[in-house]
């Protein structure tokens, strides 16, 4: 039990630094971590992963909405097309050869973090509200539907995916894009974690509650200084977190 304990509490602070600060999907984290230390089985370590997500997130868009840092309008536009085209994606998947991309999501947390501290984003406000509502819509389906298409086909990678867009092809600014993530995330965690406990059962339930506690206590951590810090340092932390998170998964994951 202790074993668990630390394991789960490690997990989650990874886990909920990143989605704090960069809307980070908790699987990433957790799921290679239960693998590798818990020898738990890969579908139900995903499930936990979800659920821990879950409450993470919805604290993380809370602090973010109440900081009035979250567009929730463009926001379920977006969500609509990702849950949309994760259907596709999986399906086109399960007709294709299987390839190996187990590895995309932490390449690219680690790719975002080494971006974020190389070129930090400093998109303002103001150059935010200087698109248009029109283009603002089609450029969250388009976006959403690629990151639904990428998530259902390689089955990861989609908080990152969806921070890369926000800040690079949307212009959304750091903390915007982060509060609009996690609330996206919100809500594909919980149907992820449905269909998780339905077809693959209840997972071990300490295991559980010790991921789900330290996700959310550490989302909300960085969640609060994340609204509070200034673009720079914000963006330095973010870099730092997903580079050290990044890198410790890749290890773990060949562990």
């Not at 230390?37 to 973010?64: C, H, K, Q």
Request: a positive charge; one cysteine or more; charged letters at 10%.
């Amino acid at each position: 039990m202790l074993t668990k304990l630390i394991v789960c509490f490690i997990a989650g602070i990874g886990a909920g630094l990143g989605t704090g600060f960069a809307g980070m999907s908790a699987a990433a984290v957790i799921s290679p971590m239960l693998i590798a230390f818990l020898d738990m089985e890969p579908y139900l370590a995903v499930g936990i992963a979800l659920a821990s997500d879950v409450l993470a997130s919805a604290i993380s868009a809370y602090t973010y909405g109440k900081n009035k840092n979250l567009d929730v309008r463009n926001g379920l536009v977006m969500m609509a097309a990702v849950l949309c085209f994760t259907v596709v994606g999986s399906y086109v998947s399960s007709r294709v050869p299987s390839t190996t991309m187990g590895g995309f999501s932490m390449v690219m947390t680690l790719f975002l973090g080494i971006k974020f501290l190389v070129k930090p984003v400093m998109t303002t406000r103001t150059a935010m509200s200087g698109v248009s509502a029109r283009k603002r819509f089609w450029q969250s389906v388009i976006c959403g539907s690629l990151v639904g298409f990428i998530c259902g086909f390689v089955g990861a990678g989609g908080g990152m995916m969806m921070l890369l867009l926000l800040t690079s092809v949307l212009g959304y600014e750091l903390k915007t894009a982060v509060g609009t993530s996690v609330f996206i995330m919100t809500f594909t965690a919980l149907t992820g974690s449905v269909s998780h406990f339905a077809i693959g059962g209840m997972p071990d339930p300490a295991c559980l509650l010790f991921c789900v506690l330290s996700t959310l206590l550490w989302a909300r951590i960085a969640a609060k200084f994340a609204n509070k810090a200034e673009p720079a340092t914000l963006n330095r932390a973010t870099g730092a977190v997903l580079t050290v998170l990044g890198a410790g998964i890749l290890i773990v994951s060949r562990m």
